[in-house]
């Protein structure tokens, strides 16, 4: 059975930083490009960044570009967000998506599993 698990969400004040890390149970992780999106109370979900299979190709949101790192390590099956000068419109719950495919996507329908999600909430 697949999973995706997030964790490190939490509330920090405007400015600060967190890191997500999102593990997954994929067999073949390498395999699989993933992403980051994020869905806010009352809107749709959004995505944030993407990287590709071998971690060579990134793709960024313009609302977090500069800001937002992603990040892939194939041999402990993990990827992160770090997320930096983190602002009030950045609070959403942030989900870790995995898309099998050799071609990045931004689409959320492309992607084929998904994390529970996990909340993050910036005060001003």
Do not use: H
């Amino acid at each position: 059975q697949v999973q995706l698990v997030e964790s490190g969400g939490g509330l920090v004040q405007a400015g600060g930083s967190l890191r997500l890390s999102c593990a997954a149970s994929l067999r073949t992780f390498s395999n699989y490009n993933m992403g980051w999106f994020r869905q806010a109370p009352g809107k749709e979900r959004e995505l944030v960044a993407t990287i590709s299979w071998s971690g060579g190709t990134t793709y960024y949101a313009d609302s977090v570009k500069g800001r937002f790192t992603i990040s892939r390590d194939n041999a402990k099956n993990t990827v992160a967000l770090q997320m930096n000068s983190l602002k009030p419109e950045d609070t959403a719950v942030y989900y870790c998506a995995g898309r099998r495919s050799i071609n990045s996507s931004t689409r959320t329908y492309e992607y084929d599993y998904w994390g529970q999600g996990t909340q993050v909430t910036v005060s001003s």
